[in-house]
């Protein structure tokens, strides 16, 4: 059984029965349903209700029981999920990536080599192999697979597509909602060498979404694993803490007083998507990024995070329009409708509609010459 809310486990309590005892605040709380919404978040323990009933004691008990082993392998960890949707909670920790060097192959020098240099970096992150694990022969600070194959780990083998993924669908489902103790270490696949990286691909991904806690590839291809990488990266991001960079004025090769500005919401993938292209530009700019409590632009616009006065308070905080002669913003193209109201408002500047999309800004900013 997944976790119960606190609405689920006040069913079962007096006040929701009009029983005896109904918010008589013995457990310290001042109604039975303060009582419950604590329980619910793992703030109180059960027995300091008396008149809890048995059959809610036993669900919550069982509940408590962590779901998934987390384990610890060189620093990295994996496992330790209690959910089976990210959006119920959130994942704990991503799938991890190792590769296998084999000292008996010719080029294993080459391989590591590529292996240690590669990095991606990503929505102010860099992204590397999580793990090295050395067959016959030692590394220093790599796992060798005598102790890998050790591990408190379950390897599912990728051998049929379907059956790899009903496995661990199965795994996941009977550690997380029926805490089944067989179930409980966190699960692997491992990947034999493949000319096919398409087909590597397609499977690496689907296991990375549903529910491999660790990919171990004998193959090491950059273009692969950075898309895998990116895709980890999107899964196992925290719903709880949308992605947001701080809202200030950004800089881009040294602008000075006549340099272009764009503006934007502190949603960090189109903070980075925009910053990118800024960078790129043959031209210096400032990004001016508005705070929208990590929403795209138009997400943003839509909750009323993005608006004219949002947009005019913060280039009033960083004094903006003395620090600038250039009296013009550009703003997304997807808040093209808010041209108007962001003049009305913005008072020192015209508004330009720039791009829908970043990858367009060089183009256009090519045409505004
Ligand atoms: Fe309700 Fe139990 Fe708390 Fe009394 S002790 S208020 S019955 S939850």
């Given at each position: 059984?997944?976790?119960?809310?606190g609405l689920?486990i006040f069913?079962?309590l007096?006040a929701a029965?009009?029983?005896?005892?109904?918010n008589?605040?013995?457990?310290?709380c001042p109604t039975c349903m303060a009582f419950a919404l604590k329980?619910?978040?793992?703030?109180?323990?059960?027995?300091?209700?008396?008149?809890?009933?048995?059959?809610?004691?036993?669900?919550?008990?069982?509940?408590?029981?962590?779901?998934?082993?987390?384990?610890?392998?060189?620093?990295?960890?994996?496992?330790?999920?209690?959910?089976?949707?990210?959006?119920?909670?959130?994942?704990?920790?991503?799938?991890?990536?190792?590769?296998?060097?084999?000292?008996?192959?010719?080029?294993?020098?080459?391989?590591?080599?590529?292996?240690?240099?590669?990095?991606?970096?990503?929505?102010?992150?860099?992204?590397?192999?999580?793990?090295?694990?050395?067959?016959?022969?030692?590394?220093?600070?790599?796992?060798?697979?005598?102790?890998?194959?050790?591990?408190?780990?379950?390897?599912?083998?990728?051998?049929?597509?379907?059956?790899?993924?009903?496995?661990?669908?199965?795994?996941?489902?009977?550690?997380?909602?029926?805490?089944?103790?067989?179930?409980?270490?966190?699960?692997?696949?491992?990947?034999?060498?493949?000319?096919?990286?398409?087909?590597?691909?397609?499977?690496?991904?689907?296991?990375?979404?549903?529910?491999?806690?660790?990919?171990?590839?004998?193959?090491?291809?950059?273009?692969?694993?950075?898309?895998?990488?990116?895709?980890?990266?999107?899964?196992?991001?925290?719903?709880?803490?949308?992605?947001?960079?701080?809202?200030?004025?950004?800089?881009?090769?040294?602008?000075?007083?006549?340099?272009?500005?764009?503006?934007?919401?502190?949603?960090?993938?189109?903070?980075?998507?925009?910053?990118?292209?800024?960078?790129?530009?043959?031209?210096?700019?400032?990004?001016?990024?508005?705070?929208?409590?990590?929403?795209?632009?138009?997400?943003?616009?839509?909750?009323?995070?993005?608006?004219?006065?949002?947009?005019?308070?913060?280039?009033?905080?960083?004094?903006?329009?003395?620090?600038?002669?250039?009296?013009?913003?550009?703003?997304?193209?997807?808040?093209?409708?808010?041209?108007?109201?962001?003049?009305?408002?913005?008072?020192?500047?015209?508004?330009?509609?720039?791009?829908?999309?970043?990858?367009?800004?060089?183009?256009?900013?090519?045409?505004?010459?």
């Open positions: 059984m997944s976790e119960l809310s689920q069913k079962y007096p029965k009009k029983a005896e005892h109904t008589c605040k013995e457990c310290g329980l619910a978040k793992h703030q109180i323990e059960c027995e300091k209700c008396p008149y809890m009933p048995a059959d809610l004691k036993e669900i919550v008990v069982q509940n408590a029981k962590q779901p998934q082993k987390t384990i610890e392998i060189n620093g990295v960890k994996i496992g330790g999920e209690n959910v089976l949707y990210r959006h119920e909670k959130t994942f704990n920790n991503r799938t991890a990536i190792a590769v296998v060097v084999d000292m008996q192959e010719p080029d294993w020098e080459k391989k590591l080599e590529k292996i240690k240099n590669f990095e991606i970096k990503r929505v102010n992150e860099i992204l590397k192999v999580d793990l090295i694990i050395v067959k016959n022969g030692n590394i220093d600070g790599a796992l060798t697979f005598d102790d890998f194959i050790k591990l408190p780990l379950k390897e599912i083998v990728d051998e049929d597509f379907s059956k790899t993924a009903e496995e661990l669908i199965e795994t996941r489902t009977k550690a997380v909602l029926e805490k089944d103790e067989k179930y409980c270490d966190p699960v692997y696949v491992y990947f034999k060498h493949t000319d096919d990286l398409n087909t590597l691909c397609a499977k690496a991904s689907y296991y990375i979404c549903k529910y491999a806690n660790m990919l171990v590839f004998e193959d090491f291809d950059e273009y692969l694993f950075s898309a895998l990488m990116t895709l980890r990266q999107n899964i196992f991001t925290d719903p709880q803490k949308p992605l947001q960079v701080e809202a200030k004025i950004y800089e881009f090769n040294n602008p000075d007083e006549n340099s272009l500005i764009f503006l934007t919401t502190n949603f960090a993938l189109t903070f980075f998507a925009v910053a990118n292209e800024l960078e790129s530009l043959p031209v210096p700019s400032y990004l001016v990024v508005t705070p929208a409590e990590g929403m795209s632009v138009l997400t943003a616009w839509s909750a009323e995070k993005f608006t004219a006065k949002v947009a005019a308070n913060t280039l009033k905080k960083f004094d903006f329009a003395n620090k600038v002669k250039n009296r013009k913003i550009i703003i997304p193209g997807l808040l093209a409708h808010m041209k108007e109201e962001l003049e009305e408002e913005i008072k020192d500047f015209e508004i330009v509609v720039g791009t829908v999309e970043a990858f367009a800004i060089s183009e256009f900013v090519q045409k505004m010459k």
